[in-house]
């Protein structure tokens, strides 16, 4: 349980998702509009990742003896590895900008709260979740854990919440940081703002030393 617990967290530095709260925080005008487009577009992508988790459980508790091979095998050390070097590759090459060109294509549709808010939430918590590493490696783990089926689908409730729980506590800092833009909390987003290249950087290389060193920690 520990493990599905890190990698949950660990799928949380969503970078991309926590630009589009910090676009929409800067956008915004300071009406009640923020709340309600962010509480949907969290509330979208918390379903997605939810969704998906519980169709990926239901595939890995068929295919458990599997997925127990899999996570016991070198191999799963190794590709750990591999993905965190690559992360890492790609995060020093990357120009930082936290795809600039997407939050903006993202933005369009989020400037009202409405139901294509909350699609446009489920939609990102789909296909973030579908290509993260760390999300399918914690559920694997969640899988062979040897808890009941009840607890393991309770315990979706909360791994979605964990995977989603840094994107929400960065959402509730905007908002306190709309509210009360000369506090400490205004006077650090702006630092974070006008540093946007060294946050996002940051990001990337923490999951890449993360995912290193649990594909270290699965080799010993």
């Not at 990357?94 to 903006?104: E, F, Q």
């Not at 783990?141 to 840094?166: C, K, Q």
Request: no cysteine; hydrophobic share 55%; net charge positive.
């Amino acid at each position: 349980m520990f493990h599905a617990v890190s990698y949950a967290l660990l799928d949380s530095l969503n970078a991309l998702l926590i630009g589009v709260i910090v676009a929409l925080g800067v956008m915004l005008p300071r009406t009640g509009r923020y709340r309600r487009i962010v509480t949907l577009l969290i509330a979208g992508d918390w379903l997605g990742v939810f969704l998906l988790a519980l169709v990926t459980l239901l595939i890995f508790d068929g295919i458990s003896d599997l997925v127990q091979e899999a996570l016991e095998s070198p191999v799963f050390g190794i590709l750990l590895i591999a993905v965190g070097l690559l992360t890492l590759v790609m995060t020093v090459r990357g120009a930082g900008d936290g795809d600039s060109t997407l939050v903006r294509r993202l933005l369009k549709p989020l400037q009202e709260p409405s139901a294509k808010t909350f699609a446009v939430g489920l939609l990102l918590g789909l296909v973030q979740s579908a290509t993260s590493v760390p999300f399918f490696a914690g559920l694997a783990y969640l899988s062979t854990s040897g808890f009941g089926p009840e607890v393991r689908y309770v315990g979706l409730f909360f791994y979605a919440s964990l995977a989603l729980s840094l994107p929400a506590l960065s959402a509730v800092f905007v908002g306190m940081v709309r509210a009360h833009p000369y506090s400490p909390f205004g006077l650090a987003f702006e630092q974070m703002r006008t540093r946007r290249e060294f946050m996002v950087k940051l990001a990337g290389y923490l999951v890449s030393v993360a995912l290193t060193l649990f594909g270290i920690g699965a080799l010993i």
